[in-house]
């Protein structure tokens, strides 16, 4: 993890749990995060992506995740920008509140693993459909994710209820 003095921001560097892919993000956090959670061995993240520009293709291809600068040798981009391609799992349309803009979150399947993005309707090229291929370049940021997190994110079963209890846990009461 790095911490720039002079804008007061943070970087960290991380892989993916399963394919072991590095990835460089900004934090949004880092002054959130006790220093406890900090010198634990694993620290895990969310991480999620900014689109610059994007285009939707119905050709499909292979998946792609590389850096700008290696993509890009010549053009100056930020150690977080990323080239990205993959399949359209899902996606949504969401109103910017102070601009009134329309925003698209979409979750990409990049093959070893899925980033979430969110790009301006005015910056992505082309029709959404699920199954289409989104091409982008994105900025990568995440958010360092303490027990509590981990443990709100969980959507399986919990062996330790009971399953009768299951739904009495959660009823309403009026």
Do not use: C
Not at 120 to 140: F, P, Q, T, Y
Not at 155 to 171: S, T, V, Y
């Amino acid at each position: 993890m790095v911490e720039y003095e002079q804008d007061g921001e943070a970087v960290a560097r991380g892989t993916t749990t399963d394919s072991g892919i590095e990835m460089l993000f900004e934090l949004q956090n880092i002054t959130e995060v006790s220093i406890q959670d900090l010198r634990a061995q694993t620290i895990v993240a969310a991480v999620s992506g900014l689109a610059y520009k994007a285009s939707i293709s119905s050709r499909p291809g292979d998946s792609v995740f590389t850096p700008l600068t290696l993509k890009h040798p010549k053009k100056k981009h930020a150690e977080n920008d990323y080239a990205i391609r993959g399949r359209i799992v899902s996606w949504r349309v969401l109103k910017n509140q102070h601009t009134t803009s329309d925003l698209i979150w979409i979750d990409v399947d990049l093959g070893q693993f899925a980033l979430e993005l969110l790009v301006n309707r005015s910056d992505l090229k082309g029709e959404l459909k699920s199954g289409g291929w989104l091409s982008a370049d994105v900025w990568l940021q995440g958010h360092i994710l303490n027990e509590k997190d981990l443990q709100l994110r969980y959507e399986g079963i919990d062996r330790r209820m009971n399953k009768a209890d299951h739904w009495i846990k959660l009823r309403r009461r009026n």
